[in-house]
Each structure stands twice: as C-alpha cells, then as structure tokens.
Nanobody
C-alpha cells in the first residue's frame, strides 16, 4: 500500500511563502511512472486539484494559483514539492498530496498539512 506524508504547512500572512513537501513510500510503488498532484480542501468546500506534475514533468495548475505556485518532483527520493508564493487568504486549506487522477478514484489520503493565510 502506498503511503503519503505531507509537511510544511503553517500560519502565515498574506504575501508570504511556504514550501510543502510530500514523501511517498510503499512496497509496491512505481513513483517515477505516476503523475502526482497537490490538492486542497477548504472548510465547507470540495477538495480540488491545485497543481499536478506528470511523468514527463509537464505541469498543470488551478487558474487561481498560476504564477504563484510551483510543483516539482524528485523521482530518486519519492518526493513531491509545492512552492507557494504570494499567499492569499483564499489559499487557506488543508493541503494533500496524491496521484494526479480523478479525485473520485482516490481511495486513500494522507493526513494533509494545514495552511492558514491571515493578517
């Protein structure tokens, strides 16, 4: 079974930056053959894909984070990162890492990491 552990969240002010990390481990895992993504869920809202990175390292972003967030991967270490700059209050959510695929097909989630942006 694949396990993901997210870290790096915190409470910051608008305009600040955070770097999230996701460690993916598992006995049966082909990390470098999968697409990975960062998702978030704000209170009372559905979980959404924020950024995804594919096998060839192409990326896709939610429109509201384009130009502010950057996703990248380290296939040797099984890590996925999300650099978040110029954070806004509307970025406040619990951030999760998982395979980049339709949310309805994802069965297991990590504990996530809380990001709070407030003045």
């Amino acid at each position: 079974q694949v396990s993901v552990v997210e870290s790096g969240g915190g409470s910051v002010q608008p305009g600040d930056s955070l770097k999230l990390s996701c460690l993916v481990t598992g006995r049966i895992l082909r990390f470098n053959l999968k697409a990975w993504g960062w998702y978030r869920q704000a209170p009372g809202k559905d979980r959404e894909l924020v950024a995804g990175i594919n096998i060839g390292a192409s990326t896709n972003y939610l429109d509201s984070v384009k130009g502010r967030f950057t996703i990248w991967r380290d296939d040797d270490k099984g890590l996925v990162y999300l650099q978040m700059n110029n954070l806004r209050p509307e970025d406040t959510a619990v951030y999760y890492c998982n395979e980049n695929k339709p949310i309805r097909t994802i069965r297991h989630w990590g504990q996530g990491t809380q990001v709070t942006v407030s003045s």
